[in-house]
């Protein structure tokens, strides 16, 4: 089929009815702008005819017993959107079924991997092309960036859908699995991951991908659920960053600014005020250089796809770092510079505690898988509580100004009261996320 004039087009529309019997159909093209500019060979998707069957199955049926299917949550149901589903059914020779599911506004992918890691891998991607429709990509990874598209192949037997917000693509594939190991196998690690997608090009992954617990056989006749798809040095990383600025570091400084007239006795020479802030706010700065050295081993290195919450994440680091340096060489109480380190030592901290709790949130939106994103909300609800207490306090030596207030033990008595309703609260909020974390 051609045109039949020189005029310029946008589009060329044709209707062709296949003759019975024709079975599944793959269109081909070759589209010409002039003699020197051309395209040839330009393939579509296979179109599967309705007449035409596999003796394969779809979906959980013959999971563990007639294909291998992995699946996260462990046994959840494929309709329920927070399950994400895939299946690898051997047809006999080089030929593999491989169905993916999952919910995604972009893409769902599967990649074969040696190791835990990204790099070497082999991905299929199911996900919106330019137009909004759901297509099938081949793709390799070479590393933490998006991955490099190929060619599709020997891919048979495409289908897609999306419904209500469910991505989920089925073909059949003789391409050969191609990972940095040069022995032949069918035991990988396999990687189920999902994403947005920008003009058909997908987008990195919001949060770690499923990833199996050990090498699988895609051959094998078994059924494996994901026991984790958070590395335990990350979790780590996350829960000393959440202890640091959540209850170390934000009690460190609660002292600093209204405790100082709590307790008036000396110890090893120093107000006892001043002792228990320096020794929480190095705690603090301990466990944020200990987690910022986690972060860069489980990334082995600074990936140049970095995102916020890295970024964030350094700037904090650096801050807090000097943040105790500067204070070790500040002058003494008598000299007329004092307040210039005052005000520096005050301002730096603020921008520290904003930046942490910036990052502490986009680690969390990367944790948590939840449809509720419970994690999240239960940080504003955190930030929401501290802010209240800081106005409470604030409150409170605004009125120790007043009169009635002139009683030195009753002044004394609010600010202990109110710093005890914060602990609690604080620790409150702080065990539920370690939970979280616990088991994302």
């Known amino acids: 089929m051609s045109h039949t004039n020189r005029n310029s087009k946008q589009n060329v529309t044709a209707i062709w009815v296949a003759p019975s019997g024709t079975g599944n159909v793959q269109f081909r ?63 006999g020779g080089d030929a593999f079924k491989f169905e993916m599911s999952g919910l995604s506004d972009g893409y769902i992918a599967i990649g074969f991997s040696d190791d835990t890691q990204m790099g070497n891998d082999d991905i299929y991607i199911c996900g919106k092309n330019a137009t909004g429709q759901i297509e099938v990509q081949h793709a390799f990874s ?83 659920g994901d026991t984790s798809s958070t590395p335990s040095i990350i979790k780590a990383h996350g829960a000393l960053m959440l202890i640091a600025w959540m209850t170390t570091g934000s009690i460190g400084m609660i002292f600093a600014r209204y405790l100082k007239n709590a307790i008036g006795k000396i110890l090893l020479g120093k107000d006892i005020w001043f002792q228990i802030h320096l020794s929480l706010m190095v705690i603090t700065v301990a466990e944020t250089i200990t987690a910022f050295v986690l972060a860069f081993v489980a990334a082995m290195g600074w990936a140049s796809d970095a995102e916020a919450h890295a970024v964030i994440g350094c700037i904090v680091m650096i801050l807090s770092f000097f943040q105790p340096v500067i204070a070790f060489f500040r002058p003494s109480p008598q000299s007329k510079r004092r307040f210039i380190f005052n005000w520096f030592h005050a301002l730096n901290a ?29 940080m504003g609800g955190f930030v929401g509580w501290e802010a209240l207490v800081y106005i409470m306090l604030d409150a409170n030596a605004w009125l120790k100004k007043k009169e009635k207030y002139e009683d030195p033990h009753r002044k004394i008595k609010n600010e202990m009261v109110l710093f005890l309703i914060y602990t609690c609260g604080n620790l409150a909020f702080l065990i539920a996320l370690l939970v979280g974390i616990g088991k994302s």
């Open 350 to 378: 603020f921008i520290i505690k904003v930046l942490a709790v910036a990052a502490i949130f986009l680690g969390l939106q990367m944790l948590d898988s939840s449809p509720s994103r419970w994690m999240v909300k239960t």
């Open 142 to 224: 070479t590393g933490r960036t998006r991955p490099n598209i190929l060619s599709l192949g020997d891919v048979q037997s495409i289908m897609t859908s999306f419904n209500n917000g469910i991505i989920n693509c089925s073909f059949i594939t003789r391409n050969p699995i191609s990972t940095q190991s040069k022995a032949a196998s069918n035991l990988y690690f396999i990687f189920l991951a999902q994403g947005p997608s920008s003009a058909g090009q997908i987008q990195k992954h919001p949060r770690t991908p499923f990833i199996t617990p050990q090498k699988v056989n895609i051959s094998s006749y078994e059924a494996v």
């Open 29 to 91: 093209a070759t589209v010409v702008q002039n003699v020197s500019v051309f395209w040839a060979d330009v393939r579509s998707q296979t179109l599967v005819s309705s007449s035409s069957s596999v003796d394969s199955t779809s979906g959980r049926e013959g999971c563990g017993t007639q294909k291998f299917c992995f699946i996260s949550p462990t046994g959840c149901n494929l309709d329920d959107p927070n399950c994400y589903f895939m299946s690898s059914e051997s047809l």
